[in-house]
């Protein structure tokens, strides 16, 4: 008896063993084991000094000319920056500008000058900066509901915390972001003629017909006893609501310019422009600052000269780097060797 319960225990555990056990991988000369070991037919290679150098020369040769085509389209954007929150304030209030833009008693108009020194082309761009102003700190960019803006008040969410709802009604659009609109306003004269700034199809299209709803309108926005930023007309649906719609796509760092509107005429170099500035917008109670840009543009977009200082600056590293490693090379030359003994070229190296 305790030999067949040895004989049948041995041969239930063999069983249980050969049932168990993995299959064996495949032979070393397998395409499996050969991809895992990274011995398949493969191009690798032999990077000699000649090769080196061709490529860093390849490098430099394309990157320098296309650095400077980018500066050069950089400098042909004429630009005009004005911060203008520092002189919008009246003298008595310099010291305590809370004050000032808390009370809504005081005029906020505001009248500066500025000098054209270039010739400014049709379209000329017309932006707001912001400067010390984190939209994208993570409560602030999480407080918006993105149903709600495109299909009505039944989405209000409470991921529009603190901005939800106002007197128990919902509020219409919701939302730190919303709440925080941008609302000073910008007006141009030259002498005694006014400029025309174009302030339609300033946001993007696809903003205005897929997340921003034809039929939500604005509800009980602006109505509390805290007042954020600007208001909307209660009678447009949000799609037409250009200003909120640029607003809500919020920016990735603290400085940021958002576009406001299009002057469609020629500024004259030298001419004299008389802005007039509505400074609403309370940024004295967090260090902020505001200019107004008015800027033309290039094939390659603004004024940005980063691009083209990359471009110069990796290429003259290259150019550098070419003829370092020439003069070694040319200096110490490092013999070559026999390419028959390299590993992938050795018959009996995948076996």
């Known amino acids: 008896m305790m030999e067949e319960a040895s004989t049948s225990a041995s041969g239930g555990g063999g069983a249980a063993a050969n049932?168990?056990?993995?299959?064996?991988?495949?032979?070393?000369s397998g395409v499996f084991y050969r991809f895992t070991q990274q011995n398949l037919p493969a191009w690798k290679p032999a990077m000699t000094p000649g090769c080196v150098i061709t490529i860093f020369l390849m490098i430099g040769v394309t990157?320098?000319?296309?650095?400077?085509?980018?500066?050069?389209?950089?400098?042909?954007?004429?630009?005009?920056?004005h911060r203008y929150d520092i002189d919008c304030?009246?003298?008595?209030?310099?010291?305590?500008?809370?004050?000032?833009?808390?009370?809504?008693?005081?005029?906020?108009?505001?009248?500066?000058?500025?000098?054209?020194?270039?010739?400014?082309?049709?379209?000329?761009?017309?932006?707001?900066?912001?400067?010390?102003?984190?939209?994208?700190?993570?409560?602030?960019?999480?407080?918006?509901?993105?149903?709600?803006?495109?299909?009505?008040q039944k989405y209000t969410h409470s991921s529009c915390d603190p901005i939800e709802r106002n007197d128990g009604l919902p509020i219409v659009p919701c939302g730190l972001i919303a709440w925080s609109?941008?609302?000073?306003?910008?007006?141009?004269?030259?002498?005694?003629?006014?400029?025309?700034?174009?302030r339609k199809n300033i946001s993007w299209k696809s903003d205005r017909e897929h997340k921003f709803g034809k039929d939500v309108y604005p509800f009980n926005f602006q109505n509390g006893s805290l007042i954020?930023?600007?208001?909307?007309?209660?009678?447009?649906?949000?799609?037409?609501?250009?200003?909120?719609?640029?607003?809500?796509?919020?920016?990735a760092l603290p400085q940021f310019r958002k576009l406001y509107g299009i002057i469609e005429e020629d500024l004259q170099a030298d001419e004299i422009i008389t802005m007039h500035i509505a400074n609403n917008y309370n940024t004295y109670s967090f260090g902020g600052k505001k200019s107004l840009i008015l800027t033309t543009s290039t094939w390659l977009g603004?004024?940005?000269d980063f691009l083209g200082y990359a471009y110069l600056i990796t290429g003259s590293l290259s150019l550098f780097l070419t003829?370092?490693?020439?003069?070694?090379?040319?200096?110490?030359p490092r013999p070559h060797g026999d390419a028959n003994y390299l590993s992938w070229n050795r018959p009996n190296s995948n076996s």
């Open 302 to 304: 603004g004024k940005n």
């Open 19 to 28: 049932g168990g056990q993995r299959g064996f991988p495949p032979a070393r």
């Open 63 to 81: 990157f320098v000319p296309v650095g400077l085509v980018c500066l050069h389209a950089s400098n042909h954007v004429a630009e005009i920056a």
């Open 323 to 332: 003829i370092l490693f020439a003069l070694i090379h040319v200096k110490n």
């Open 89 to 152: 304030v009246p003298n008595a209030y310099k010291r305590n500008r809370q004050v000032y833009i808390k009370d809504s008693s005081i005029s906020k108009n505001c009248t500066q000058e500025v000098k054209v020194k270039y010739l400014m082309r049709a379209p000329i761009y017309v932006y707001y900066e912001l400067d010390n102003f984190y939209q994208n700190h993570r409560r602030y960019v999480k407080s918006r509901s993105d149903k709600q803006l495109r299909y009505g």
């Open 181 to 198: 609109l941008f609302n000073d306003t910008y007006g141009f004269t030259r002498g005694s003629t006014e400029i025309k700034v174009n």
């Open 228 to 251: 954020g930023g600007g208001k909307l007309d209660p009678a447009l649906p949000l799609s037409q609501q250009e200003d909120l719609i640029v607003w809500m796509r919020t920016a």
